[in-house]
C-alpha cells in the first residue's frame, strides 16, 4: 500500500511518497549512495529484503513501486531488489528494457512507475496508476485497492479545485491528510496492523538529486535525512 505524487517544476520535477507497510516490517535505512553498473542510485533501503520501494539515480530517472493484489503461494525475488535494477537505467527506454528481461523472474504483483529527467512517465504492473492533471499522479494500492483510489483521488481533486492548481506544498500536505477520516484509505493511512512508515520527497534538478526521507507518517514528529547526489552530464 503506497501513495506517490509528482509534479514537473521550472528546471525538474518532484515526487512525494507514502510508504504504507505492515508494523511488523523491520525499519527501513536513511537513503544512501549505490553504485550498481556503474550507475550512482539514491534510496533508502527495506530493512527485511534489502531492496527499495523508491529511489532516483545520477541520470535524473525515479522509479518507485507499491504492492500489488493477492499473491500466489511460491519463491519470489523480492520487488524492492527489481527497483534497483531498474534504477540502473539512463532513460526509460532502458527502465523498460530491464523490466522486460526480469519477465521471467518471479515476482509477486506490483505496479511501478518510472519518471526520466525530462519529466516524462511510465507506469507498468497492475493498472492501478494513473497520469492526473497538472503533473499528479496517485499511485494506490491496498486492501480494497478501488475504494483506497478512488478515496485519495477525490481528496486531491479537492484540494487542486480549491488551490486552482497543484504544487508542491499542496502536494505535501496532501500526504499529510486524514480525509475522509483517519483510518485506512487516507492518504496518511493508519491501521491496526498497518500505516503509513515513512515519507519521501525527490527533487530531480539539472544539477543535482535530492532526497529527504522521514521515518513515520508526516502527523507524528520525526527527523528528516536529507541526501544529495550529483547528476551525471548529459550523454
Same mark, same amino acid.
Given at each position: 500500500?503506497?501513495?506517490?505524487?509528482?509534479?514537473? #517544476?521550472?528546471?525538474?520535477?518532484?515526487?512525494?511518497?507514502?510508504?504504507?507497510?505492515?508494523?511488523?516490517?523491520?525499519?527501513?535505512?536513511? /537513503?544512501?549512495?549505490?553504485?550498481?553498473?556503474?550507475?550512482?542510485? !539514491?534510496?533508502?533501503?527495506?530493512?527485511?529484503?534489502?531492496?527499495?520501494?523508491?529511489?532516483?539515480?545520477?541520470?535524473?530517472?525515479?522509479?518507485?513501486?507499491?504492492?500489488?493484489?493477492? @499473491? /500466489?503461494?511460491?519463491?519470489?525475488? @523480492?520487488?524492492? !531488489? !527489481?527497483?534497483?535494477?531498474?534504477?540502473?537505467?539512463?532513460?526509460?527506454?532502458?527502465?523498460? $528494457?530491464? !523490466?522486460?528481461? *526480469?519477465?521471467?523472474?518471479?515476482? $509477486?504483483?506490483?505496479?511501478?512507475?518510472?519518471?526520466?529527467?525530462?519529466?516524462?512517465?511510465? #507506469?507498468? +504492473?497492475? &493498472?492501478?496508476?494513473?497520469?492526473?492533471?497538472? +503533473?499528479?499522479?496517485?499511485? @494506490?494500492?491496498? &486492501?480494497?485497492?478501488? $475504494?483506497?483510489?478512488?478515496?485519495?483521488?477525490?481528496?486531491?481533486? &479537492?484540494?487542486?479545485?480549491?488551490?486552482?492548481?497543484?504544487?508542491?506544498?499542496?502536494? &505535501?500536505?496532501?500526504?499529510? @491528510?486524514?480525509?475522509?477520516?483517519?483510518?485506512?484509505? *487516507?492518504?496518511?493511512?493508519?491501521?491496526?496492523?498497518?500505516?503509513?512508515? *515513512?515519507?519521501?520527497?525527490?527533487?530531480?534538478?539539472?544539477?543535482?538529486?535530492?532526497?529527504?526521507?522521514?521515518?513515520?507518517?508526516?502527523?507524528? /514528529?520525526?527527523?528528516?535525512?536529507?541526501?544529495?547526489?550529483?547528476?551525471?552530464?548529459?550523454?
Amino acid at each position: 500500500m503506497c501513495t506517490a505524487t509528482w509534479i514537473r #517544476t521550472e528546471d525538474g520535477y518532484e515526487v512525494f511518497f507514502n510508504r504504507d507497510e505492515l508494523r511488523t516490517r523491520k525499519p527501513a535505512n536513511p /537513503p544512501a549512495t549505490i553504485v550498481r553498473a556503474g550507475v550512482r542510485i !539514491l534510496a533508502p533501503i527495506d530493512g527485511d529484503a534489502g531492496g527499495t520501494w523508491l529511489g532516483a539515480n545520477e541520470h535524473g530517472v525515479t522509479v518507485g513501486l507499491a504492492n500489488g493484489g493477492p @499473491s /500466489p503461494g511460491g519463491v519470489f525475488r @523480492s520487488r524492492g !531488489l !527489481l527497483v534497483l535494477d531498474l534504477l540502473e537505467g539512463r532513460d526509460l527506454a532502458e527502465v523498460r $528494457r530491464r !523490466l522486460e528481461a *526480469s519477465a521471467a523472474t518471479p515476482y $509477486r504483483p506490483y505496479a511501478l512507475f518510472a519518471i526520466d529527467a525530462a519529466g516524462a512517465m511510465a #507506469t507498468f +504492473g497492475e &493498472r492501478q496508476a494513473a497520469a492526473g492533471t497538472d +503533473g499528479a499522479l496517485l499511485f @494506490s494500492s491496498s &486492501r480494497d485497492p478501488v $475504494r483506497a483510489r478512488a478515496s485519495r483521488e477525490a481528496v486531491l481533486d &479537492r484540494m487542486r479545485s480549491e488551490r486552482g492548481g497543484v504544487d508542491a506544498e499542496l502536494l &505535501r500536505a496532501f500526504h499529510a @491528510s486524514h480525509e475522509p477520516e483517519r483510518g485506512p484509505f *487516507s492518504p496518511c493511512m493508519h491501521r491496526e496492523d498497518a500505516g503509513t512508515v *515513512s515519507f519521501s520527497r525527490i527533487r530531480v534538478g539539472p544539477r543535482e538529486v535530492v532526497l529527504d526521507y522521514r521515518p513515520g507518517p508526516l502527523c507524528e /514528529p520525526a527527523e528528516v535525512a536529507t541526501a544529495r547526489l550529483g547528476r551525471a552530464p548529459a550523454s
